[in-house]
């Protein structure tokens, strides 16, 4: 008995070892999926839990993040006045009718062999070129494939072979106090290593973007940073890092990062159907407090769960044809709960439009679910 307990116990540590290693020097070993017909490497669910924390260096897990991170050159053409020629218009104004080139610089993550890359929609909105250099100094002009200004998310591609890939990891098995490594070109000085700690999830009304579920985080995060990579211990990309908080505009301890879950969400609808779809259900949503408690009588029970309270419906939108009233307190939609707006309209863009789904509602002193069927959001129009 004990002979074949060892050999087991053996057999264990042997395999558990292998994993390391391969999830080290090869993580394209992990195996290959599908994002709206791009593919990528993921690694497995629970990898972040795996085994102890490495001590000391974490240069295994930046020297395979590193290779994936480009950095990005933007330029935008001068826009003169018309009226930059005319004698009288330089009489009065002089020069100020012409304006000089702008150039931009940023971040992205090579996620797919094919030449797939993530970044920041900010690093290259408005751009008329756009130049990707690679960490092995190659370099090459970047189509854009699509944006997602709600969530702050840009696809770009390029046309190189042999490119390195980065491993896309579990973000939702993150925990406050787990290490990372951010991963960029800040300031334009060249490709940084900064490392840290997670320091809180799911961050938002931050003002930022319209759908914000951050991770924050201490690793340094400075201009040029943005698209770059947030990753974990193993070199798995865990978000794209997006803002800092600072005076000064530099780094103060305070970064956020866009989950790769919700990069995932809008890499699949971009490269499927050109545009991400949200859903919809026609609702004017407010912060309860004890005030709108009492106009709207609402018994001391619905509190209890926090929610959002409902105080405008759209007439014959989503949520009226499924019957939610004004006063109506949303504590969870499709299972998920929601304490505040930014969640709920989190939550409900993530529903498929035509699909039915439940919405947990306290009415008064009852709690119900009502099954709403989403429309589609519309994307807001652009001022000009």
């Known amino acids: 008995m004990k002979r074949t307990w060892l050999l087991f116990s053996q057999t264990v540590t042997v395999l558990v070892a292998a994993y390391f290693v391969v999830a080290t020097l090869q993580p394209q070993w992990l195996g290959t999926s599908s994002i ?38 933007t330029s935008k053409a001068a826009v003169n006045n018309p009226h930059a020629d005319d004698p009288w218009f330089k009489f009065f104004f002089g020069d100020q009718g012409r304006s000089e080139p702008q150039g931009g610089l940023g971040s ?10 993530l970044t920041n929609n900010h690093v290259v909105e408005g751009a008329d070129e756009i130049e990707v250099i690679l960490n092995d100094t190659r370099k090459a002009k970047a189509q854009v494939i699509g944006t997602d200004p709600d969530t702050d998310l840009a696809i770009l591609k390029i046309n190189l072979d042999k490119l390195p890939v980065i491993v896309l990891g579990n973000s939702d ?44 985080t201490d690793a340094a995060i400075n201009p040029g940073n943005s698209g770059g990579a947030l990753v974990d211990v193993n070199g798995h990309l865990m978000g794209i890092n997006t803002a800092i908080y600072s ?45 709108l408690a009492e106009t709207f009588n609402i018994k001391p029970a619905a509190l209890k769960d926090g929610g959002v309270i409902i105080i405008g419906v759209l007439q014959n939108g989503p949520a009226a044809q499924a019957g939610i009233q ?17 969640q709920l309209l989190t939550a409900v863009a993530a529903l498929k439009p035509g699909t039915p789904a439940p919405l947990t509602v306290w009415r008064r002193d009852r709690q119900t679910d009502i099954a709403v069927t989403p429309g589609k959001r519309q994307r807001p129009r652009v001022q000009r």
């Open 173 to 216: 098995a993150l925990q406050i106090g787990d290490p990372v490594l951010a991963i960029g070109n800040p300031f334009g000085v060249g490709q940084t290593v900064t490392g840290g700690i997670v320091s809180a999830l799911g961050r938002n009304q931050l003002g930022i973007n319209t759908f914000e579920n951050f991770i924050q």
């Open 247 to 291: 005076r000064s505009g530099g780094s103060m301890g305070i970064g956020f990062a866009i989950p790769v879950s919700t990069a995932k969400q809008v890499l699949e609808g971009i490269v499927k159907d050109g545009q991400v779809t949200r859903g919809w259900i026609g609702v004017e949503p407010q912060e309860l407090n004890a005030e």
């Open 108 to 117: 992205g993550v090579i996620i797919s062999a094919t030449g797939y890359i």
């Open 36 to 73: 709206g017909g791009v593919s990528v490497i993921e690694a497995p669910a629970s990898s972040v839990q795996l085994g102890p924390r490495p001590a000391g260096t974490f240069s295994s897990a930046a020297k395979i993040a590193s290779a994936a991170v480009v950095s990005i050159n």
């Open 326 to 342: 004004p006063g109506d307190v949303i504590t969870a939609v499709n299972g998920k709960s929601v304490s505040n707006v930014s």
